[in-house]
Nanobody, 116 residues
Framework: QVQLVESGGGLVQPGGSLRLSCAASGIAFSTNAMNWYRQAPGLQRELVAVITSGGNTNYADSVKGRFTISRDNAKNTVYLRMNSLKPEDTAVYYC??????????WGQGTQVTVSS
């Protein structure tokens, strides 16, 4: 059964940090790129970070230098470390893999709120 379970979100003050986790099942995790997306209220979902099966990474300009994506293939889990958080980082964060996105599957996401 295909499943993506995001966790680790919460309320944090500006300048704070969070680490998000996404546990995947039902896919060939180690051979797939994994992506983190976010969707703020009233806005379209946007791609935040990518990690390839080989461990190469890429980031949206808005998070470059502050966010770090990583993966643990033994645990079928992808992470997003977020530092120096800003109010504009407030959104629901989702992970996904290209084969799942192609069939329209999304997990429940995890809410990140940056506010004082």
């Amino acid at each position: 059964q295909v499943q993506l379970v995001e966790s680790g979100g919460g309320l944090v003050q500006p300048g704070g940090s969070l680490r998000l986790s996404c546990a995947a099942s039902g896919i060939a995790f180690s051979t797939n790129a994994m992506n983190w997306y976010r969707q703020a209220p009233g806005l379209q979902r946007e791609l935040v970070a990518v990690i390839t099966s080989g461990g190469n990474t890429n980031y949206a300009d808005s998070v470059k230098g502050r966010f770090t994506i990583s993966r643990d293939n033994a645990k079928n889990t992808v992470y997003l470390r977020m530092n120096s958080l800003k109010p504009e980082d407030t959104a629901v964060y989702y992970c996904n893999a290209p084969p799942l996105r192609a069939i329209g599957y999304w997990g429940q996401g995890t809410q990140v709120t940056v506010s004082s």
